[in-house]
């Protein structure tokens, strides 16, 4: 009888653990007491994939009911890395538990020489008033040729590699719906 | 890669160079010690003696930049010693191919080479071809214009001697190396290749990899299991991000992107689709106009017709002959020529080549746009070493993102495997997801230009019916991606609705019928749902290939090119290497490249290389802007005076930049050392996500510069004590680190050292931590892809004063 790691766990968890350490011939109550004494007992789980390199280890993610974050660990299911990790990919739970996060958007003004909280809202019209002024000011319909172009080289894109399939997507769609054509990122270099 | 890491565990040699896997891609050398366990052979070449050479069962060191050199070497013993699978080579590569006789090779130019535009005519290295325009082959390899003839006649000049004059690498090394390797030509073994940046980062750093595929096409490697050609990618979806293209010269799926010349729909197909004449070649690429139609329809939906070209002319364009790449970008901001700059999720500030060129440029901008978790050298640029924030007029807005539990959606590892992340961790109050950001952004704009401004068409026919509410929706644009069929239409005898998701790429229509952000992802999330989510464990066929879990562009098919892993019959080359084999009319094992039956069946089959108009992986590559065959060329600096291979020092046609932060010096008393850069486990890329880590941090807390013990004497260096490293363009404070891991090298008559940084540190967090080592490095780069050369360049070290307590 085959059982991955996290199904004998739950199978220890369970009131039928008895029964299930006679199907498996062997005594379950060691594993169950230090189960019982683990924070992720009650913890929801989830799977993620390690945010480092491409790899693309398995990671499980415990959390509260509350939604906190209480640990990371690998995955020992996922046949890529059963569960080991690397020393980023084991820390990956203080990336997120992390005081050093920045909250809230951030505006430095010309010349002045410090940040200052901004609301969302405010960061997102002045940013997209930027675009729009340089846009409309460097917007080139046809270039020396004739051709055309309908682009602007007022603004260049960089990034992300770190972002996911589907924000990479979405992201050139609107790059390029604005007509930007330098645009580039990790891959590049 | 073309495999993917646990078939690693397949392989029977094993060549690790331009990598350095064990302290980069840690979890990878698992699978290359289950290898090792069944009796592979593990070979390391780097200039450094790493954790990956520490476990390997041969090492020898060279001299960054040299690689082709090394390789060209390994192929002329291949070539001069039979060791090729000659079968495979003659019917699933080019190298029986006729070349035309306006090729020719001198002096390290090839041909059709004009020296003041410093560009090749690369008609002057086309095929023969017969009266029905297909090539001419000699599958005997004995006329003296094929492939093989040329390629053994360019490679018989790297001989062992004049090879290890450059490399720096000991003759017999050279010899037990290029020995172990050649045994992966035998018909039941396979060799792979792991590299990374250390070939790619490089002004040859395109034929750095063509040479290795080159080998590994001879040897008959491709398509099989424990072979292939395998670049280890350093970021998590660098794969993906790559895929969907947030690159200038690329639309998702790897479409060209227009050049202004092809001012309709049909003129670009007419120009991008390529051709053949061999009824033999699948030329899977002929399918490039339903894969553009499809994806003009997932960007403009219902607005995007038939009539107005799918909204091709309202997508920008870029000028023929022109670049936009990452250099060209800091190169034109450094000159005052962009207003505005969105980095996103990236800190250029650290990771490009000669960072006080790309900080200097940031200050020229009138507003830039950082989207990270953490303060970054970017973000902060205004008050760095050097700056004065009173002069520098850049609006800078940092926007905090969530990390990658917080969210969902999907990454694409290196061995292309789409994997699914849950939003496991509730974010906390402030900060927002990346696509979250992107859809309010953009929302804005577009109700910005709903009165007035230029050429609203794209921004007001975007399509969008995949946001609701505002609110980003990873599945939705995860079905936009795989593709919709937008009519009620009949494919391939089957009738699909309109709104239902397309099975796969096989179903993409030129007419607008269906749409697909991404016809490579079309299967990725069909109507049995998604397919990256998937967490089914078997493994039919006992090769590692788990067919069922995740999925895998293109069409799940885990190995590419693998029906080069069958012999004309459809039989495995060998039983031990079965990933795929024809049996009793179809095939069995992984999905394989086309249905079409083996090559025996001349009739009906096609040749392996489906992406390759001519079916055959191409060991003559007649597409590259600097040359058919690998040549090697000395870095942009080097510590040589002359370049033994030629009279070309460097690559005739590399781009070298010229404004006064590009300077640049060879054999310059000033900078006598080679100089590299390399990563450390516990930090990544830049160090943005890591610095800030307390864990981390604490196991490397500081920038280092390793030395070898002859070099530290001779600059009277103690291990610990402070070092300045500088370039020609920057300098860096360092503690030194003088280890045994190298060694001085004997070149050209010369005692050649090298050092070594890893470039995960900024001046914002830690203090005292130490700056980028890309301060150091130059804005050159490879000339068909401008990845700039960060891992060869020239420096000096000396002794600032012990270490700070």
Same mark, same amino acid.
């Given at each position: 009888?085959?059982?991955?790691?996290?199904?004998?766990?739950?199978?220890?968890?369970?009131?039928?653990?008895?029964?299930?350490?006679?199907?498996?011939?062997?005594?379950?109550?060691?594993?169950?007491?230090?189960?019982?004494?683990?924070?992720?007992?009650?913890?929801?789980?989830?799977?993620?994939?390690?945010?480092?390199?491409?790899?693309?280890?398995?990671?499980?993610?415990?959390?509260?009911?509350?939604?906190?974050?209480?640990?990371?660990?690998?995955?020992?299911?996922?046949?890529?890395?059963?569960?080991?990790?690397?020393?980023?990919?084991?820390?990956?739970?203080?990336?997120?538990?992390?005081?050093?996060?920045?909250?809230?958007?951030?505006?430095?003004?010309?010349?002045?020489?410090?940040?200052?909280?901004?609301?969302?809202?405010?960061?997102?019209?002045?940013?997209?008033?930027?675009?729009?002024?340089?846009?409309?000011?460097?917007?080139?319909?046809?270039?020396?040729?004739?051709?055309?172009?309908?682009?602007?080289?007022?603004?260049?894109?960089?990034?992300?590699?770190?972002?996911?399939?589907?924000?990479?997507?979405?992201?050139?769609?609107?790059?390029?719906?604005?007509?930007?054509?330098?645009?580039?990122?990790?891959?590049?270099? | 890669?073309?495999?993917?890491?646990?078939?690693?565990?397949?392989?029977?040699?094993?060549?690790?160079?331009?990598?350095?896997?064990?302290?980069?891609?840690?979890?990878?050398?698992?699978?290359?010690?289950?290898?090792?366990?069944?009796?592979?052979?593990?070979?390391?070449?780097?200039?450094?003696?790493?954790?990956?050479?520490?476990?390997?069962?041969?090492?020898?060191?060279?001299?960054?930049?040299?690689?082709?050199?090394?390789?060209?070497?390994?192929?002329?013993?291949?070539?001069?010693?039979?060791?090729?699978?000659?079968?495979?080579?003659?019917?699933? #590569?080019?190298?029986?191919?006729?070349?035309?006789?306006?090729?020719?090779?001198?002096?390290?130019?090839?041909?059709?080479?004009?020296?003041?535009?410093?560009?090749?005519?690369?008609?002057?290295?086309?095929?023969?071809?017969?009266?029905?325009?297909?090539?001419?082959?000699?599958?005997?390899?004995?006329?003296?214009?094929?492939?093989?003839?040329?390629?053994?006649?360019?490679?018989?000049?790297?001989?062992?001697?004049?090879?290890?004059?450059?490399?720096?690498?000991?003759?017999?090394?050279?010899?037990?190396?290029?020995?172990?390797?050649?045994?992966?030509?035998?018909?039941?073994?396979?060799?792979?290749?792991?590299?990374?940046?250390?070939?790619?980062?490089?002004?040859?750093?395109?034929?750095?990899?063509?040479?290795?595929?080159?080998?590994?096409?001879?040897?008959?490697?491709?398509?099989?299991?424990?072979?292939?050609?395998?670049?280890?990618?350093?970021?998590?979806?660098?794969?993906?991000?790559?895929?969907?293209?947030?690159?200038?010269?690329?639309?998702?799926?790897?479409?060209?992107?227009?050049?202004?010349?092809?001012?309709?729909?049909?003129?670009?197909?007419?120009?991008?689709?390529?051709?053949?004449?061999?009824?033999?070649?699948?030329?899977?690429?002929?399918?490039?106009?339903?894969?553009?139609?499809?994806?003009?329809?997932?960007?403009?939906?219902? #607005?995007?017709?038939?009539?107005?070209?799918?909204?091709?002319?309202?997508?920008?364009?870029?000028?023929?002959?022109?670049?936009?790449?990452?250099?060209?970008?800091?190169?034109?901001?450094?000159?005052?020529?962009?207003?505005?700059?969105?980095?996103?999720?990236?800190?250029?500030?650290?990771?490009?080549?000669?960072?006080?060129?790309?900080?200097?440029?940031?200050?020229?901008?009138?507003?830039?746009?950082?989207?990270?978790?953490?303060?970054?050298?970017?973000?902060?640029?205004?008050?760095?070493?050097?700056?004065?924030?009173?002069?520098?007029?850049?609006?800078?807005?940092?926007?905090?993102?969530?990390?990658?539990?917080?969210?969902?959606?999907?990454?694409?590892?290196?061995?292309?495997?789409?994997?699914?992340?849950?939003?496991?961790?509730?974010?906390?109050?402030?900060?927002?997801?990346?696509?979250?950001?992107?859809?309010?952004?953009?929302?804005?704009?577009?109700?910005?230009?709903?009165?007035?401004?230029?050429?609203?068409?794209?921004?007001?026919?975007?399509?969008?019916?995949?946001?609701?509410?505002?609110?980003?929706?990873?599945?939705?644009?995860?079905?936009?991606?795989?593709?919709?069929?937008? &009519?009620?239409?009949?494919?391939?005898?089957?009738?699909?609705?309109?709104?239902?998701?397309?099975?796969?790429?096989?179903?993409?229509?030129?007419?607008?019928? #269906?749409?697909?952000?991404?016809?490579?992802?079309?299967?990725?999330?069909?109507?049995?749902?998604?397919?990256?989510?998937?967490?089914?464990?078997?493994?039919?066929?006992?090769?590692?290939?788990?067919?069922?879990?995740?999925?895998?562009?293109?069409?799940?098919?885990?190995?590419?090119?693998?029906?080069?892993?069958?012999?004309?019959?459809?039989?495995?080359?060998?039983?031990?290497?079965?990933?795929?084999?024809?049996?009793?009319?179809?095939?069995?094992?992984?999905?394989?490249?086309?249905?079409?039956?083996?090559?025996?069946?001349?009739?009906?089959?096609?040749?392996?290389?489906?992406?390759?108009?001519?079916?055959?992986?191409?060991?003559?590559?007649?597409?590259?802007?600097?040359?058919?065959?690998?040549?090697?060329?000395?870095?942009?600096?080097?510590?040589?005076?002359?370049?033994?291979?030629?009279?070309?020092?460097?690559?005739?046609?590399?781009?070298?930049?010229?404004?006064?932060?590009?300077?640049?010096?060879?054999?310059?008393?000033?900078?006598?050392?080679?100089?590299?850069?390399?990563?450390?486990?516990?930090?990544?890329?830049?160090?943005?996500?890591?610095?800030? &880590?307390?864990?981390?941090?604490?196991?490397?807390? &500081?920038?280092?510069?390793?030395?070898?013990?002859?070099?530290?004497?001779?600059?009277?260096?103690?291990?610990?004590?402070?070092?300045?490293?500088?370039?020609?363009?920057?300098?860096?404070?360092?503690?030194?680190?003088?280890?045994?891991?190298?060694?001085?090298?004997?070149?050209?008559?010369?005692?050649?050292?090298?050092?070594?940084?890893?470039?995960?540190?900024?001046?914002?967090?830690?203090?005292?931590?130490?700056?980028?080592?890309?301060?150091?490095?130059?804005?050159?780069?490879?000339?068909?892809?401008?990845?700039?050369?960060?891992?060869?360049?020239?420096?000096?070290?000396?002794?600032?004063?012990?270490?700070?307590?």
């Amino acid at each position: 009888m085959a059982l991955t790691r996290r199904e004998f766990l739950k199978w220890s968890g369970t009131a039928g653990a008895a029964a299930a350490a006679m199907c498996l011939g062997f005594d379950l109550m060691p594993v169950k007491s230090y189960a019982a004494g683990l924070k992720i007992l009650k913890a929801k789980e989830a799977t993620t994939i390690c945010p480092y390199c491409a790899v693309g280890c398995g990671i499980i993610v415990h959390t509260k009911k509350s939604g906190k974050l209480l640990s990371t660990e690998g995955d020992p299911d996922h046949p890529i890395n059963e569960g080991a990790l690397c020393a980023k990919g084991a820390g990956l739970y203080q990336m997120t538990v992390n005081r050093n996060r920045k909250r809230f958007p951030l505006y430095r003004a010309p010349e002045s020489d410090e940040w200052e909280e901004i609301e969302w809202d405010e960061a997102i019209q002045k940013i997209a008033e930027k675009i729009k002024e340089t846009r409309d000011a460097t917007f080139t319909e046809k270039n020396d040729k004739g051709q055309v172009v309908n682009r602007t080289t007022g603004i260049a894109h960089v990034g992300s590699a770190a972002l996911d399939n589907e924000e990479c997507w979405l992201l050139q769609g609107i790059m390029r719906a604005m007509g930007l054509v330098y645009i580039e990122h990790q891959a590049r270099i | 890669m073309t495999n993917h890491w646990i078939d690693i565990r397949n392989s029977d040699c094993i060549l690790i160079m331009g990598s350095n896997a064990a302290e980069n891609h840690p979890i990878s050398m698992k699978w290359v010690g289950k290898a090792k366990d069944k009796g592979a052979t593990l070979i390391s070449v780097d200039p450094r003696f790493t954790r990956t050479s520490s476990k390997a069962d041969i090492y020898a060191p060279e001299r960054s930049g040299t690689d082709i050199a090394f390789l060209g070497g390994m192929m002329n013993y291949i070539l001069s010693n039979n060791k090729f699978h000659k079968e495979y080579a003659a019917n699933y #590569t080019n190298a029986s191919f006729i070349v035309g006789p306006k090729y020719a090779f001198k002096d390290g130019l090839f041909s059709g080479y004009d020296p003041k535009t410093k560009k090749y005519d690369k008609s002057f290295w086309a095929f023969e071809k017969d009266a029905n325009g297909v090539p001419k082959r000699d599958l005997t390899f004995k006329d003296p214009r094929c492939v093989f003839q040329l390629m053994k006649k360019h490679y018989s000049r790297y001989t062992p001697k004049t090879v290890s004059a450059i490399t720096g690498t000991a003759e017999a090394d050279l010899k037990k190396i290029y020995e172990t390797y050649a045994k992966t030509g035998a018909v039941d073994k396979t060799g792979t290749i792991m590299y990374a940046m250390g070939w790619t980062q490089h002004t040859v750093g395109v034929q750095n990899i063509r040479m290795m595929a080159m080998i590994q096409l001879m040897l008959g490697n491709m398509g099989r299991p424990g072979g292939g050609v395998n670049a280890l990618r350093g970021e998590s979806n660098v794969q993906g991000s790559t895929d969907h293209c947030l690159l200038f010269h690329i639309w998702p799926g790897y479409l060209g992107t227009p050049k202004a010349s092809l001012t309709t729909l049909a003129d670009y197909n007419a120009k991008n689709t390529p051709k053949t004449n061999d009824p033999l070649s699948a030329n899977w690429w002929q399918n490039k106009p339903k894969y553009m139609a499809s994806f003009l329809k997932s960007m403009f939906g219902e #607005t995007a017709t038939k009539e107005n070209d799918f909204g091709y002319s309202w997508m920008p364009k870029i000028d023929d002959g022109k670049t936009y790449s990452w250099l060209d970008i800091f190169d034109e901001m450094y000159k005052g020529n962009f207003k505005g700059f969105f980095a996103w999720g990236q800190n250029p500030a650290c990771s490009g080549a000669n960072s006080n060129k790309t900080r200097k440029a940031l200050a020229k901008l009138d507003w830039m746009v950082n989207v990270n978790i953490f303060d970054n050298e970017t973000a902060s640029f205004w008050k760095g070493p050097g700056m004065n924030p009173d002069e520098i007029k850049t609006e800078v807005f940092f926007l905090p993102c969530l990390t990658s539990v917080e969210k969902e959606g999907s990454i694409t590892n290196s061995g292309r495997w789409m994997q699914w992340r849950y939003a496991a961790a509730k974010p906390p109050r402030g900060p927002k997801g990346d696509g979250d950001i992107m859809v309010e952004l953009f929302e804005k704009v577009r109700s910005l230009y709903e009165a007035d401004g230029k050429f609203t068409d794209p921004i007001k026919n975007l399509r969008w019916d995949y946001v609701k509410d505002g609110k980003y929706d990873p599945h939705a644009i995860a079905k936009l991606i795989n593709g919709y069929f937008e &009519q009620d239409t009949t494919v391939k005898g089957k009738s699909f609705k309109k709104g239902t998701l397309v099975p796969s790429f096989a179903f993409l229509l030129d007419d607008g019928a #269906t749409s697909s952000g991404n016809w490579l992802y079309c299967q990725s999330y069909t109507e049995k749902g998604n397919m990256a989510a998937r967490r089914e464990k078997k493994d039919p066929t006992g090769m590692g290939l788990y067919p069922e879990w995740s999925w895998c562009w293109p069409v799940n098919r885990r190995i590419l090119y693998n029906r080069a892993s069958v012999d004309l019959n459809g039989k495995p080359w060998s039983a031990n290497k079965n990933i795929l084999e024809y049996k009793d009319g179809k095939w069995i094992g992984d999905v394989p490249d086309g249905g079409w039956p083996p090559m025996s069946n001349k009739e009906k089959t096609k040749r392996p290389f489906i992406m390759k108009p001519d079916g055959v992986g191409s060991v003559f590559g007649p597409g590259r802007v600097d040359g058919p065959f690998p040549e090697h060329y000395e870095p942009l600096e080097c510590p040589v005076p002359k370049n033994l291979m030629s009279s070309q020092r460097m690559n005739p046609v590399a781009p070298v930049y010229g404004t006064e932060a590009d300077e640049h010096y060879s054999c310059d008393p000033r900078f006598p050392f080679v100089g590299t850069t390399y990563r450390v486990t516990e930090h990544w890329q830049t160090g943005v996500l890591t610095r800030w &880590q307390p864990w981390l941090l604490e196991t490397q807390p &500081q920038l280092f510069v390793e030395m070898s013990h002859e070099l530290a004497k001779l600059r009277g260096i103690k291990n610990g004590d402070m070092c300045k490293v500088s370039s020609a363009r920057g300098k860096v404070e360092a503690v030194a680190m003088v280890t045994g891991r190298f060694r001085p090298m004997a070149i050209q008559g010369l005692t050649v050292h090298e050092v070594g940084l890893p470039w995960c540190f900024g001046w914002v967090y830690p203090k005292d931590g130490g700056d980028s080592a890309n301060l150091l490095t130059s804005s050159t780069g490879d000339p068909n892809t401008r990845i700039p050369e960060t891992k060869a360049f020239m420096v000096n070290v000396e002794k600032l004063g012990k270490r700070r307590a």
